[in-house]
């Protein structure tokens, strides 16, 4: 009887527990399922925030480039703009500068007067000089004098010396220099005729428009004959307007200050008030000076056999 009503027991808790086991297996098959559900949906929320991180960095990243193109497109037009500015201020700048005799070549720049490739006139003295410098440079006793290396010697010391001994030299001495001067001047002229055949209309109006700078400026003139241009040349003498220009600067210093051009004007416009007697004396003593310059041109001319200055 025990072992029955045991085994009734037994018949009744084994379905029991059999269900406690199912359902002890479902929660954990739930709660397996859950975790996954939940390890996945973590899984694509990192994935989510991975991807948007990237995206917002590549966002950055693409600002970032287009930021520093749009900086580079701006400097790029800023350096342009400056460039065409400085090639504007250079044009305008050269604008100013051009004079009506100038001519610009096929690169913008000034092209010398036509008179730069005109033929030069080689006088008696300078076939002197050309044969006498480099005996002096050569000249131990002319060294010994000066005391220095013949490279140290400065160029109106050799000057002098040259210029002393042409005045020194005979006429039968000087005759040489002057037959080379002959023989010479037959080719000068020669060349001279042909440099003059092949100035071009455009030359002469450049070297015309010179000229007349040159003689409305007389600041600028009696600068030029400061220097003779061979030596000993007479210097031509000022006019009765250049000498009132000269001595109008002298007693308005402050007029130096101005443009050359502005002066030239200035000066005109005050000799145009000079009165008639104050002209007249300016116009005696050019007079004076020009028959005294006439005569020491036919002097030079005879000693240095030159034809024209």
């Not at 975790?35 to 693409?62: M, N, V, Y």
């Not at 400097?75 to 100013?96: D, V």
Request: net charge positive; glycine share 4%.
């Amino acid at each position: 009887m025990l072992l029955a009503s045991t085994y009734a027991s037994h018949s009744t808790a084994t379905p029991l527990l059999r269900g406690y086991a199912t359902a002890a297996q479902t929660a954990k098959k739930t709660v397996t399922a859950e975790a996954k559900k939940a390890k996945t949906a973590a899984a694509k929320e990192k994935e989510k925030l991975k991807l948007a991180a990237q995206k917002e960095k590549d966002r950055l990243k693409a600002v970032a480039l287009k930021e520093k193109e749009k900086l580079k497109i701006a400097a790029e037009k800023e350096k342009l703009a400056k460039r065409k500015q400085l090639e504007k201020e250079k044009a305008q700048a050269l604008k100013e500068k051009i004079k009506p005799w100038d001519a610009l070549d096929d690169q913008g720049k000034k092209l010398p007067l036509p008179t730069a490739s005109r033929p030069k006139r080689m006088l008696p003295f300078i076939f002197y000089v050309k044969e006498r410098l480099p005996q002096l440079k050569n000249d131990p006793e002319f060294l010994a004098k000066h005391g220095v290396a013949s490279g140290a010697i400065p160029a109106h010391v050799y000057a002098r010396s040259v210029g002393d001994s042409w005045k020194a030299l005979s006429d039968a001495e000087r005759e040489k220099y002057f037959e080379a001067y002959r023989s010479h001047d037959v080719g000068y002229r020669k060349a001279l005729a042909e440099w003059e055949a092949g100035l071009t209309e455009q030359d002469r109006q450049r070297i015309s428009a010179y000229n007349r700078y040159i003689r409305s400026h007389p600041e600028l003139k009696g600068r030029a004959t400061k220097v003779p241009a061979v030596e000993g040349q007479p210097q031509r003498p000022l006019n009765a307007f250049m000498r009132f220009a000269r001595q109008w600067r002298q007693d308005n210093p402050d007029q130096a200050k101005i443009p050359v051009s502005e002066m030239a004007k200035r000066a005109a416009e005050a000799w145009k008030n000079v009165d008639a007697a104050q002209k007249e004396s300016y116009e005696s003593a050019s007079r004076a000076e020009g028959e005294a310059y006439k005569k020491a041109v036919e002097q030079w001319k005879q000693q240095t056999g030159a034809v024209s200055i």
